[in-house]
């Protein structure tokens, strides 16, 4: 059997496929148009976001028993024209669950106690203790949106602080001892910090808009590791300048997408982006929560676990 990596990934990943038995083949770098042209006689890809599995792509791929998606959302596969195939989805949240659960609460103490304000003001020769008092998590009532693998990790770093952890899923009984699973108008009524884990379906695209923000009881912090488009930037904006929003962590924004860095090269910054980036209270990373060494290492090998475990189910 045959597989071909589109995505450069952990070593072990191509090693644990080619002691599997498979023939591993690898392309970084050719257009989408041409892997089409070749995909034919391939079992299996292996890929992380380098380009859409489309249902176009899917009829070209006519031997595809499955896809390894070296992450947790799928939503960059057809998944339904996939199904219909009869390809194995195989996907990897546990491979990086804890260290989005650790990024999701740094940002939270970072924005409490001033890290990235205080840290360049020092840098340029001001030291202002008192502008820079800090909140403590402790006593806070943290919501979290999507009580999956990334919601669960994030839940159990709380464990040392004295708070109150309110989880809303769509899923029944997905509550545990780290989180007690509320409806939404009760984390509307208590939640002071607000954590998003979900993933892009058009039930969360823009999910935090005006009307949302607007059903919280009292000012919140806003924590978003998931995907961008669920939060809308013009109402995150509004939702700040009123002090609805005291402030955000954001690991993925709206305007997410691979030519990022030619909005600011070509000066095509959305004016609310624009604006987004002058506020002290909030924090920008680029879409990395799930993006650590140690996860480099599990992602490859869960995709190599799930697909072994396929590979038994067969023979």
Do not use: C
Request: overall charge positive; cysteine-free; aromatic content about 8%.
């Amino acid at each position: 059997m045959k597989v071909l990596l589109l995505d450069t990934n952990h070593p072990l990943l191509k090693q644990g496929l080619l002691s599997l038995g498979f023939e591993v083949d690898e392309d970084y770098t050719s257009h989408k148009t041409q892997i089409e042209k070749i995909i034919k006689p391939y079992d299996g890809i292996i890929i992380r976001s380098r380009f859409p599995i489309d249902k176009n792509f899917l009829k070209k791929a006519t031997n595809l028993k499955f896809i390894g998606r070296v992450g947790a959302g799928l939503e960059n596969i057809d998944t339904q024209f996939a199904q219909q195939k009869g390809i194995i989805l195989f996907n990897a949240p546990e491979g990086n669950r804890n260290a989005v659960g650790e990024h999701t609460l740094a940002l939270i103490l970072n924005l409490f106690n001033k890290i990235n304000k205080a840290d360049h003001e020092v840098r340029q020769g001001i030291w202002n203790r008192e502008s820079n008092r800090g909140l403590e998590l402790d006593g806070q009532t943290v919501g979290i949106i999507g009580y999956g693998n990334m919601g669960k990790a994030f839940a159990k770093k709380l464990r040392g602080f004295d708070v109150e952890v309110l989880a809303y899923d769509i899923k029944p009984d997905v509550g545990d001892k780290n989180a007690r699973q509320v409806s939404l108008d009760e984390l509307f009524k208590k939640t002071t910090v607000l954590s998003l884990h979900v993933p892009h379906t058009p039930l969360t695209n823009k999910m935090v808009n005006a009307d949302f923000i607007k059903r919280f009881k009292s000012p919140f912090w806003l924590i978003n590791t998931a995907r961008g488009t669920v939060v809308d930037t013009k109402s995150l904006v509004e939702a700040i300048d009123r002090n609805k929003i005291l402030g955000a962590g954001l690991d993925v924004l709206e305007f997410e997408k691979a030519s990022f860095e030619n909005m600011f090269e070509n000066n095509q910054l959305p004016a609310v982006f624009k604006k987004l980036i002058t506020y002290d209270n909030v924090i920008l990373t680029p879409h990395i929560a799930g993006w650590t060494m140690e996860s480099k290492e599990k992602l490859a090998q869960v995709i190599v676990d799930k697909i072994k475990i396929w590979l038994n189910s067969t023979i």
